[in-house]
C-alpha cells in the first residue's frame, strides 16, 4: 500500500493538534526521488521525505544521503519532529546569552520531545533508530571522558604524534607481529626500542622530528593491539587476508590530513567494511545532536553511542572528543596516556627507511 504525503501531512497535524511546539508548517518537503533534494529544500541538512510505492517512507539530508527508511508512519512522524526540536533548540541556545550549545542543544532537544510524547524523548535519548529496551537510560557514564582514548584528539589533531590510529582485534593477536606485516625493522622489533630511545640524534645528526615518517609506536591496550604511524614503506601491504591469518577479525583506523583538514574513520570486521555505502566516513560530518550514520544500520551502535556521549558529557565543547569517547564504550579503543607522552611506549623504525620524504 502506497503512502501519500496527503497521509503523512493528516498524521502529522494529528500530533500538532496536541502540542504547543509544533506547528503544519514544520513537516518538511517531500518529493519523488532524492534526486529533487536540492530542488526542493536547498542545502544539505534538513529533513526531505520519498514515500515509496510499497509503503516504505525515506529520508534525505542530502541529494544522495539517506539517512532513514521505514514503513512505520510513528518513526516517520519522530523523525519530523526530531528535526523540528533541533531546529527549535538551536533558536532557544542562541538567544541564551551564556548558555552555549554544547551544553544546551542536545538536552534541550531531549526535553521538547519529552513535552511532545515521552516515548520519543526515551527514543532520542537511546539514539538508534528505535529504543531497543524500551527504557530511558539515565544512568550517567561516571567517569573521567578524556581518560582512555578522548585524550589523544588535541595532539592528534595536529598530527601529533602521527596522522593515523590504526586498531586491531583478534584473538591471539600479536602487536609485534602487526608492526612487521606493515614492514617494522625486526631487529628494533626484538631489542623493545622505546619512543625516547628514537627522539636521540641519529647517526647522521638528524633530529627525530626529519625522522618520524620512517618510524611508527605499537602495542596494546584495551583488547585490540594499536598501530601509530604516518606511513608505512612502499611494498608492505597489510590487506585483510595477511590480517586474517594473524588472527585479526576486527580493525579500527583513524585517520587526520590536518592540511586539508580531514579526518577519516574505517571500521571492519571479518574483513568487511561496516558502512553504509557511501565511502569512508568523514568525522567533520558529525553535528552534535544529530546521529552521523544510517539509523538502523550497521553503524548505528556508533550512534547511540554518540547521544550517550553528548548527554552524559554536555560539558565537553571538543565534537572529536566526544566522538573518540564514544569510540571507547561501543568499541573499547584506548591508548596509553602516560606511556606516550613519557615516550616509554614501544617504537621503531621501517625496515625500508626511506618512505619518499627527504
Not at 172 to 192: F, K, N, Y
Amino acid at each position: 500500500m502506497q503512502t501519500t504525503e496527503r497521509a503523512l501531512r493528516r498524521a502529522w497535524h494529528n500530533v500538532t493538534a496536541g502540542s504547543d511546539l509544533l506547528d503544519d508548517i514544520m513537516f518538511p518537503p517531500v518529493g519523488t526521488s532524492g534526486d529533487h533534494y536540492t530542488q526542493r529544500v536547498g542545502d544539505s541538512g534538513s529533513l526531505f521525505l520519498v514515500p515509496d510505492e510499497d509503503g516504505t517512507v525515506r529520508g534525505y539530508r542530502g541529494p544522495h544521503w539517506e539517512f532513514f527508511a521505514t514503513r512505520d508512519h510513528d518513526q516517520v512522524l519522530y523523525f519530523v519532529a526530531e528535526q523540528a526540536v533541533r531546529d527549535l533548540a538551536e533558536h532557544i541556545v542562541a538567544h541564551s546569552p551564556g548558555r552555549g550549545p554544547a551544553v544546551n542543544l542536545v538536552t534541550g532537544q531531549a526535553e521538547l520531545l519529552d513535552r511532545i510524547n515521552p516515548a520519543w524523548g526515551s527514543r532520542f535519548r537511546d539514539g538508534g533508530m528505535d529504543n531497543v529496551d524500551g527504557a530511558d537510560r539515565t544512568r550517567p557514564c561516571g567517569r573521567d571522558p578524556l581518560e582512555r582514548f578522548a585524550w589523544i584528539v588535541r595532539e592528534w589533531r595536529d598530527q601529533n604524534p602521527y596522522t593515523t590510529l590504526a586498531f586491531f582485534r583478534g584473538e591471539d593477536v600479536s602487536a609485534e607481529q602487526i608492526t612487521l606485516l606493515h614492514g617494522a625493522d625486526p631487529e628494533q622489533i626484538s631489542t623493545r626500542t622505546r619512543l625516547l630511545d628514537l627522539h636521540d640524534l641519529d647517526e647522521l645528526g638528524h633530529e627525530y622530528g626529519d625522522l618520524a615518517w620512517q618510524t611508527f609506536c605499537f602495542g596494546d591496550a584495551g583488547g585490540w593491539a594499536f598501530l601509530m604511524y604516518h606511513e608505512t614503506p612502499p611494498g608492505f601491504r597489510a590487506d585483510a587476508e595477511a590480517l586474517a591469518r594473524l588472527g585479526v577479525t576486527e580493525t579500527v583506523r583513524l585517520t587526520a590530513t590536518s592540511a586539508k583538514g580531514l579526518y577519516s574513520f574505517t571500521y571492519t570486521r571479518e574483513g568487511r567494511r561496516v558502512d553504509e555505502g557511501r565511502g569512508t566516513p568523514e568525522l567533520l560530518g558529525y553535528e552534535r545532536g544529530r546521529a552521523p550514520y544510517y539509523r538502523g544500520g550497521q553503524l548505528d551502535f556508533l550512534n547511540r553511542a554518540l547521544r550517550r556521549a553528548e548527554l552524559d558529557h554536555p560539558y565537553l565543547m571538543d565534537d572529536f572528543e566526544l566522538y573518540f569517547h564514544a569510540l571507547e564504550v561501543s568499541l573499547g579503543l584506548q591508548l596509553p596516556q602516560q606511556d606516550i607522552k613519557d615516550g616509554k611506549v614501544r617504537a621503531a623504525r621501517w625496515a625500508r627507511g626511506d618512505t619518499g620524504r627527504a
